[in-house]
C-alpha cells in the first residue's frame, strides 16, 4: 500500500502542470460596449522584475466583481484558474510615435 502511494505520487507530479501563482499591484473593473465585463490585471514577475498586464472578461457582472474583489483583497491569481485569464504578451520594443 505504502508503495501504491509513492507510486501515485510521483506519477501525480510528473503528470501535473506548472502553476504559478501571481499578486496582483493594480486591479480594474470595466464594462465594455457589449455587454460584458473585463477585469484587467497589473502584476510583477519578480524574476525578471518587470510588470505585465492580464485581463479576464466575464458575462456576468457577478462573476467579474466576485474576481475583482477577490484580487483587491489580496488573492493570487494563476495560469489555470478558474478565471479564464489572457495574459498580454510584453512589448519588446518602444510603439513609435
Not at 493594480?26 to 473585463?38: A, E, H, I, T
Not at 466575464?58 to 467579474?64: D, G, L, M, T, V
Amino acid at each position: 500500500m505504502r508503495l501504491l502511494n509513492k507510486a501515485l505520487l510521483v506519477v501525480g507530479l510528473i503528470a501535473s502542470e506548472p502553476l504559478f501563482a501571481y499578486s496582483a499591484n493594480k486591479v480594474w473593473l470595466d464594462d465594455l460596449d457589449n455587454g460584458n465585463f473585463r477585469v484587467r490585471v497589473q502584476y510583477t514577475v519578480p524574476a525578471l522584475k518587470e510588470f505585465r498586464e492580464a485581463q479576464a472578461i466575464y458575462k456576468s457582472k457577478r462573476e467579474a466583481e466576485v474576481f475583482y474583489w477577490h484580487l483587491i483583497r489580496g488573492g493570487e491569481f494563476a495560469t489555470g484558474g478558474p478565471a479564464k485569464l489572457w495574459f498580454l504578451p510584453p512589448k519588446s520594443e518602444p510603439s513609435p510615435w
